[in-house]
């Protein structure tokens, strides 16, 4: 998984979304000690996402993470621009673009990290594990694999026209 990080201007921009929580028990000799684990996505609602895991004091540390790792995604009015499936662990997602209108069609986890990058017409499916761990780090590496036409053109180093037409 290939992110390039991105360098953001202000902190005020980035809105961050706990995803989920995990109470740790860990039990001594002078009893049972409790402690947080906690994933955490960050999005400007534009197509700018990241996301972290902090312990102990875990939003914040996890919101730190986060911003720490983000990366840009194509957004193209409001979809995705192709279809991708990617795994992580035990966790299958399967991401398609869908008309304007239709919605964001997808659960939990995978919800939390497609509204954070702004993508607002979507059709997704996960498919084996529903660990919300997995299933961030799967759709955040579907998102990472998204390249738009622009980007494909200057890769190749042809003009728009032959990108479409072949």
Known sequence: MAMKNVRVNSDAELKDRLVA????????????????????????????IGYGLGKAAAISKGTESAKKNLFKVPVLNGTVPHEVETRFGGAQVLIKPAAAGTGLKAGGAMRAVLESAGITDVICKSKGSSNAHNLVKATIAALAQMRDAYTIAGERGVAMDKVFNG
Do not use: W
């Open 21 to 48: 929580i995990n109470r740790v028990t860990k039990v001594t000799k002078g009893g049972r000690t409790f402690t947080f684990a906690a994933i955490v996505v960050v999005g400007d609602g534009k197509g700018v």
